[in-house]
């Protein structure tokens, strides 16, 4: 009902019906950067790990400053060992191209800016012709903050950054997407508003395929849906809508959208920002959905996979620091949420993954246990579903996997 609520008050000013026009391929993935790296046991077990949570892609940042720290003499040590990983195990990798080194920057920290295009046009080169097999890539993260990317400004995104990559990207492999924005939710002190820097790119003729936000939350009280900040120029997951209309209106219809970190902390241990485990699990199924539903949405990256040790950095991940899963574990495997209530007329939409028709029992609780709604039944070939079933709020659905021997968290209703 809220989601029908939502999308009619704002329909007169932003957009038609998301079913409509739906992106019925969009794909999952995560981004946990230090934890592929050095996380506990071996790489081939981390990235092992991250197949059975069947993701569809991982982000991953191949750093400049790291990759090239002297100009020509390059270290692909990590990134071969993570991406050619991620390549043997069918998993598409999502290259971010970051930090510049002191050589091609004026001997400043990584933030900044090189002086010349083309000496991250000639990096972007080489990245790609190293890895034939990536084929979706975004350039730098989060510039329209100054603690990312120094000057910062639309202007020297767009001709130090964006454009020389794109070209040198495409150059090489053609049917490469490349990505631009990667911005954050707001632009923080000494920052621009994701939707200034949308039309600053635009005024400085940014080149690319699709646009990339990180559409965090920000607060606890915002939920996927809800509680979007009345602040007119930060663009969060609940004012996706937002962001789908000035891309468009910016570069056009045919550019996509990919949401390239999104999370919630938990509480415990974050209590300041944290919302309760059972509540990260509903939002990821919902984020999931919202996804699904929206126009031109191709990808979203739930970030981190394990909380990181310092509780005063993020705690979005599925599992707590010692490795103990949280509910959002089996959200993100097996993400269920509610479409839509009318009376008690209830609308449910959900995935198994990884992507590929799947049998599965969707299950009701009453008089004490887990009752079976119908047989068993398949999912469409990517893996989704979408069931209307006789129920009103407070009744509590999950799904049963059997190939998995597994159940999906717990859905209530609203």
């Known amino acids: 009902m809220r989601r029908l609520l939502l999308f009619a008050a704002l329909a007169a000013a932003l957009l038609a019906p998301a079913s409509a026009v739906a992106s019925p391929y969009v794909r999952y993935g995560v981004q946990d950067d230090a934890w592929v790296l050095y996380g506990p046991g071996t790489m081939d077990d981390r990235l092992d790990q991250l197949q059975s949570l069947g993701v569809d892609v991982v982000r991953f940042t191949v750093d400049w400053n790291a990759v090239e720290p002297r100009k020509g003499v390059y270290d692909w040590t990590l990134a071969d060992e993570v991406l050619n990983g991620l390549h043997a195990r069918g998993i598409a990798p999502l290259v971010t191209l970051y930090g510049a080194p002191r050589w091609a920057n004026g001997d400043r920290l990584a933030n900044w800016a090189p002086t010349s295009g083309s000496t991250f046009a000639a990096f972007a080169r080489t990245v790609a012709e190293r890895y034939p097999f990536v084929h979706l890539w975004t350039i730098w993260n989060e510039p329209n903050q100054v603690r990312s990317l120094r000057p910062t400004t639309p ?41 200034a820097w949308i039309a600053g790119m635009k005024t400085w003729h940014a080149k690319l395929d699709a646009y990339a936000h990180n559409p965090y939350p920000l607060s606890p009280q915002e939920t996927p849906t ?164 006789n129920a009103g709020a407070g009744t509590r659905f999950r799904i049963w996997v059997p190939s998995q021997h597994t159940y999906s968290a717990i859905l209530t209703v609203t």
């Open 226 to 389: 809800t509680g979007a900040p009345r602040y007119g120029d930060t663009i969060t997951m609940a004012s996706l809508n937002r962001l789908l209309v000035d891309v468009k209106n910016a570069f056009g219809t045919k550019t996509r959208i990919w949401l390239t970190e999104y999370g919630y902390q938990t509480n415990p241990p974050d209590r300041t920002l944290g919302v309760s485990y059972a509540k990260q699990a509903k939002y990821m199924s919902e984020a999931a959905l919202r996804a699904y539903e929206a126009p031109r949405v191709d990808i979203l990256i739930h970030y981190l996979v394990v909380d990181e040790p310092d509780v005063g950095r993020w705690q979005s991940g599925v599992y707590t620091v010692t490795g103990t899963p949280k509910p959002s574990l089996q959200s993100f495997r097996f993400p269920l949420a509610e479409v839509s209530r009318a009376g008690t007329r209830t609308t449910l939409w959900g995935q198994v993954r990884p992507g590929g028709a799947e049998t599965y029992k969707l299950l009701r609780y009453a008089d004490g246990r887990w009752n079976a709604v119908g047989g068993t039944v398949r999912t469409t070939a990517r893996g989704y579903f979408q069931r209307t079933v």
């Open 155 to 195: 202007k020297t995104y767009v001709q130090k950054l964006l454009n020389p990559a794109y070209a040198a990207i495409h150059a090489v492999s053609p049917s490469s997407q490349v990505a631009g924005g990667v911005t954050a939710p707001r632009g923080a002190t000494g920052g621009v508003s994701p939707v």
